[in-house]
């Protein structure tokens, strides 16, 4: 009888114990992650992107990312689970999951839910597939032809075929899914690969495969103006079809343009890092030191950026769901349009 009674209290003792083990284990795994609250930007906010909820973050090469709900800022490093303090892109899911890609030291792709980061492992993948809900992600600056798709459950880690007539090592600069739910690459330096979901029509003319400073650049920008028309950051607008037209093997037209954000035909400004199109159906560029220019399609107007007089270093512009637009620096932080001029942002 007192044996009996023994090993039943030790059982209890068991049972209570793992009790508590899973009950710590699920409170972990659920636990909030909680930043620093902070009083101000860092001065490198590259990226600018706005969720479904409305909320604001800034993604930096330095100090990591940055939550604003409007009233108060959150700061996110590598003490919170951050693989690295440098973010190059910020994405959304349908489910309002936030996705942070950071290039260097290595590719990475780290997923947000809200209570903890979790890095997504790439799997080798020759899954080529188009639907709505899909995520793709840039594999980074190097010249190697790799992009990742994410289906929610996947992160798959596919080659892009080489063009037939550049069969040449290249980098993935853009990523673009046009109006008609059409995937497109931008690289360096063989040109802009569409991918509808049964094929890959690439488009190889010089404008878009000869780029200035050896090719640093690159197709970093890719968007539809409100005629249906292609810009690839260069002084050329295409017209693109969804076959090859009856008089041309080639899917697209392309057209002469604005020339250089001048206004000038032959001009060092016919080049840009980032592009939108704005409520009006006016596009937006912005250069890496000569400011924002905006094309209404009649006129361009130019927009400096400065800081005591010396212009600022911008990456990138994103447009909220407002319309307001936002810029990424290098330096300087983050700026907001105010209906006349970018002005720097101070929460």
Not at 142 to 154: K, Q
Request: with cysteine; glycine share 8%; charged share 20%.
């Amino acid at each position: 009888m007192k044996s009996t009674i023994i090993v039943f209290l030790s059982i209890v003792a068991l049972l209570t114990s793992c009790i508590g083990q899973n009950s710590n284990q699920n409170k972990n795994r659920d636990q909030i992650i909680l930043g620093d609250t902070v009083k101000a930007l860092g001065s490198s906010i590259m990226v600018v992107y706005q969720d479904k909820k409305n909320v604001y973050w800034f993604g930096s090469w330095e100090t990591g990312v940055y939550r604003y709900d409007g009233k108060t800022l959150v700061n996110y490093t590598t003490k919170h689970g951050l693989p690295n303090n440098r973010i190059d892109e910020i994405q959304e899911d349908e489910f309002g999951n936030i996705y942070f890609t950071s290039f260097y030291p290595k590719p990475t792709i780290i997923k947000f839910d809200g209570n903890r980061f979790t890095t997504l492992a790439p799997i080798p993948s020759n899954n080529w597939q188009l639907t709505s809900t899909d995520l793709w992600f840039k594999h980074t600056y190097d010249l190697e032809n790799y992009i990742y798709r994410y289906d929610g459950t996947t992160l798959h880690k596919l080659q892009l075929p080489e063009p037939p007539n550049l069969p040449n090592p290249f980098g993935v600069y853009s990523i673009y899914k046009d109006i008609k739910g059409n995937i497109w690459f931008g690289t360096n330096p063989v040109g802009v690969c569409r991918y509808n979901g049964k094929s890959f029509d690439w488009i190889t003319e010089e404008d878009v495969t000869e780029f200035r400073n050896e090719g640093a650049n690159g197709v970093r920008s890719i968007t539809e103006d409100k005629n249906g028309d292609f810009w690839f950051n260069t002084e050329n607008r295409y017209s693109v079809y969804d076959s090859a037209t009856i008089n041309s093997t080639k899917f697209y037209t392309r057209h002469e343009s604005i020339g250089g954000l001048d206004g000038k035909q032959n001009s060092n400004l016919n080049e840009y890092l980032s592009t939108v199109r704005d409520n009006d159906q006016n596009l937006w560029f912005v250069t890496y030191l000569d400011g924002v220019w905006k094309y209404d399609g009649t006129k361009i107007t130019h927009y400096p950026i400065q800081e005591n007089s010396k212009q600022i270093p911008l990456f990138s512009i994103h447009k909220d769901n407002n319309g307001d637009l936002w810029l990424g620096s290098h330096e300087n932080g983050a700026y907001k349009y105010n209906g006349q001029t970018f002005e720097k942002f101070k929460p």
